[in-house]
């Protein structure tokens, strides 16, 4: 049996704290891409994990992998000869990480027939949005998080240009630390130029930081130019582009990757509800 793992995107990212542990406030608007990693799990005696995929070859496969902590966090943890097959650019921005742990709860649950844990928080902020990946407002460090049905099937853009970010990092260069949240109540937004118009009246406030980190982001935005709205996804370097149609977001992605080949250049379309398993 196997569990999609989605590409996470943070449409908008408003850091409005800091709280005394050190760990930053939130106000998140996300939604997940129809591209990911996929985690497979077979019955075995013993607990093993292998990394395929065309981006697997630098993904530890060791305890620290979260797939693997992942299946740590259940009460009676079994057997299992898991696969993690990998397409996400790790250290990226776009919850590559978390979305494969979440993966293997969801999936480690169904194999072993157990719940899945409560404490998915403990591999890291992203992991519980992950659980059930649909759009929604996510608050607080993560931790308080709204399914919210306000946006149509946005036609999207995603390029990694190929430098990892560190996420610490950035939220260490993050100067500015009481911004505005979103408004209490988000608009009902029915065609993506309406999405991609409001989503721009909002920001991403890791950019800045990320954008000193990786100089690179400033580059990635620039070949997004065209797109209605373009922006750095969670602490990056992954920017997405926006855009009214399947078809310009294609046309997009082809001349992005002719132009830049070294890049991770993916057409998608971010859903309204959560992506198929
Ligand atoms: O939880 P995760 O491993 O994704 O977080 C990585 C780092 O990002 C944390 O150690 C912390 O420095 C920073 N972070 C933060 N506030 C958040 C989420 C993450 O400061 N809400």
């Known amino acids: 049996m196997s569990e999609h793992a989605p590409a996470k995107v943070n449409l908008t990212l408003h850091v409005t704290g800091r709280r005394s542990d050190g760990y930053h406030l939130l106000d998140s608007l996300v939604a997940f891409a129809d591209v990911g990693d996929t985690v497979t799990a077979e019955p075995a005696d013993a607990l093993t994990l292998e ?13 620290e992998n979260l797939v693997l902590a992942a299946a740590r966090l259940f009460d009676a943890p079994r057997g299992a000869r898991l696969i993690l097959d990998k397409h ?22 169904r194999l072993w027939d157990l719940p899945v844990p409560e404490g998915s928080v403990a591999l890291g902020a992203d992991v ?11 608050r607080g460090v993560g931790d308080e998080r709204r399914p919210v049905d306000i946006l149509p099937p946005l036609p999207t853009v995603l390029v990694n240009p190929g430098v990892p970010v560190a996420t610490p990092e950035v939220f260490k260069r993050l100067t500015v630390r009481e911004n505005p949240p979103m408004p209490t109540d988000l608009p009902l937004l029915s065609c993506p130029a309406d999405a991609a118009d409001w989503i721009a009246t909002q920001r991403n406030d890791l950019a800045g930081p990320a954008r000193a980190i990786a100089p690179e982001i400033g580059a990635v935005l620039a070949a997004l ?34 132009a830049e080949p070294g890049w991770w250049v993916r057409a998608t379309t971010l859903a309204a509800h959560a992506p198929s398993s």
Do not use: K, N, W
């Open 128 to 138: 519980p949005m992950c659980l059930d990946p649909r759009v929604q407002r996510v």
């Open 51 to 63: 990394v395929t995929g065309p981006m697997g070859a630098d993904v530890p496969t060791g305890p």
């Open 225 to 258: 130019s065209g797109a209605r709205l373009a922006r750095m996804s969670g602490s990056g370097a992954t920017c997405f582009g926006l855009y009214d149609t399947r078809a310009e977001a294609d046309q997009a992605a082809e001349e992005i990757a002719r």
């Open 88 to 109: 996400l650019p790790a250290a990226a921005g776009i919850g590559g990480g978390s979305s494969d742990a979440a993966a293997a709860l969801r999936l480690l649950s």
